[in-house]
């Protein structure tokens, strides 16, 4: 019964020891607060700063102007100045050594360990390996430095773009719009900004030049649809200023047809008697046409001006007893027939008569005028290539044409950047013309290889931007080639519907708007060339 009495005494004295502990803690916080409101704990500077930052500036004014508060000496007051002044340049000094670490923290530049000789040499590149054959330009160039190799290079790629293109040219000008101007210190200050920074409009037109890949073209009505040949045609050819094409064949005719595309009416038709013509030609001003027989040594020059047909029974000197294969020098002067046993016979144009002769090794296949009239080319059955000087009937120079066994064709572009062979096994390799002249053994641009029978047939148009290659031999053997990509329009001739029977001759009017096709059922195919827009 008496156990919870010592119970209630220890719990009582705990109560008293913890308000004790209380009230002393509610004494010690009385003091700080004392201590803290207290004028005599702060110094004069705090209290002053104090009125400055919580508003006690016209108490301090009062107290300036009435003397009551306590004056600060000069000395006082440039201490004052002298610690904010320290503030800011220990500031600036901060701002500094922060710079200088930044720059510390920066790597330097390393200097190499070592330096190998080897480095400094030129590096020769093999030029054995088949992708670089094509620009050796004798056996003994093994090996070639870099150099050397990228002036090749560029070389290359400036013949198979007809020289330098205007974007790669570095040398060229300046464009008008930009504008170089002089600041006050006297440095040449230039405007880099081009017209197109200060403009606003369309800047991307339509290309000029003939896209590769599909050509935009329209099957016409046939050229000779007035009056078709129940015989093969030999002869299609356009007109060097008129609208007019002209078709010949073995039907013993030549016939001129008006070209529009729609109805393409016939102008004028003559028959030559006993006379199945093999090949016909405008001379240079289109005033006459001159026709030659397939057996005969006679040939006819149809005088279109004064309606009268004028033969040619013989030339003196002329040995050749069948006059078949012949061509016109562009700005008339010369007439070149082709003869037997390799021999190229010049005559004036005006008089029919024998100026000179010229022998090549093996038969001719083809001969052709340089655009100029200054050169003749001419192709052999043992695959080589003669170049002669007009004026002096001399050789100027003489190649193979690569992988030929037997030479069927040649012709030369328009503008006389690039000469055409063909070969009795379809494949066409184009040359440019400064390689055909100073080279013996010239390496080919490209290599057209989709015909697979003898490219009888070569015709570049005005602009020398389209190839057109046949074959008499297969039907639909015709190919239109892009130049200077050398790739085939794809959607010419169209898959699977034959129409081209035996392509033997092709012709591009004088400014590529229409093309036309000689074939073997005796029709002049006729075809519209959208992307140019003249005849």
Excluded at 279 to 300: L, P
Excluded at 376 to 392: A, N, P, R
Excluded at 400 to 420: F, H, M, P, R
Aim: proline content about 4%.
């Amino acid at each position: 019964m008496q156990s919870p009495r010592p119970v209630q005494k220890q719990t009582s004295k705990r109560l008293n020891v913890h308000s004790d502990n209380q009230e002393q803690e509610k004494v010690k916080r009385l003091k700080h607060l004392e201590q803290l409101s207290a004028p005599e704990s702060k110094t004069e500077v705090e209290l002053h700063l104090e009125e400055l930052l919580f508003g006690g500036e016209d108490e301090l004014v009062e107290r300036l102007g009435e003397g009551l508060t306590t004056k600060v000496t000069e000395d006082e007051l440039v201490e004052r100045l002298g610690e904010g002044l320290t503030t800011k340049v220990t500031e600036d000094e901060e701002s500094d050594s922060e710079v200088e670490s930044a720059e510390k923290n920066t790597l330097p530049s390393k200097k190499p360990v070592w330096i190998d000789d080897e480095d400094e040499l030129e590096e020769e590149v093999d030029m054995t390996h088949r992708f670089r054959k094509d620009m050796l330009k004798s056996d003994a160039e093994k090996k070639l430095p870099k150099n050397k190799l990228q002036r090749r290079l560029r070389e290359q790629f400036q013949r198979a773009m007809g020289g330098t293109p205007s974007w790669a040219d570095t040398d060229t000008k300046k464009k008008k719009g930009r504008k170089s101007t002089v600041d006050e210190s006297g440095e040449d200050d230039d405007d880099e900004e081009e017209g197109l920074l200060r403009k606003t409009g369309n800047f991307i037109a339509a290309s000029e030049a003939l896209p590769r890949g599909i050509i935009q073209m329209k099957n016409c009505l046939d050229a000779n649809h007035e009056r078709p040949s129940n015989a093969k045609l030999t002869t299609v050819q356009f007109h060097p200023s008129a609208q007019v094409v002209m078709t010949a064949g073995i039907d013993q005719s030549i016939s001129l047809f008006q070209v529009d595309g729609k109805t393409n009416p016939k102008i004028q038709s003559i028959h030559l008697e006993r006379f199945p013509v093999h090949k016909a030609r405008f001379s240079a001003d289109g005033e006459q046409v001159i026709a030659t027989s397939i057996h005969n040594k006679m040939f006819y020059v149809y005088d279109m001006m004064g309606g009268k047909i004028i033969p040619v029974y013989s030339v003196r000197g002329l040995e050749e007893r069948i006059v078949k294969n012949f061509d016109v020098s562009p700005e008339g002067s010369f007439l070149l027939i082709m003869g037997k046993m390799g021999y190229l016979h010049l005559l004036r144009m005006k008089t029919k008569e024998l100026i000179a002769s010229m022998k090549i090794n093996g038969h001719v296949t083809g001969a052709v005028f340089s655009p100029d009239g200054s050169k003749i080319y001419s192709h052999s059955d043992e695959g080589e290539v003669y170049i002669w000087d007009v004026k002096s009937r001399r050789c100027l120079n003489r190649f193979t044409d690569e992988g030929c066994l037997c030479g069927t064709s040649i012709t030369v572009s328009k503008n006389g950047q690039y000469v055409a062979c063909g070969s009795s096994s379809g494949v066409v390799n184009v040359y440019t013309h400064d390689d055909c002249l100073r080279e013996t053994n010239p390496k080919p641009v490209k290599a057209v290889m989709n015909l697979v029978t003898a490219a009888t047939s070569l015709c570049f148009n005005s602009t020398t931007e389209v190839l057109s290659i046949g074959s008499s031999a297969a039907d639909d053997a015709v190919r239109l080639v892009h130049i200077p990509s050398f790739t085939v329009f794809s959607n010419f001739p169209v898959f699977r519907r034959k129409i081209i029977y035996l392509a033997q001759c092709m012709d591009f009017s004088p400014r590529s708007g229409f093309f036309s096709i000689a074939t073997n059922k005796g029709k002049a195919l006729l075809y519209r060339l959208k992307h140019y827009s003249d005849f």
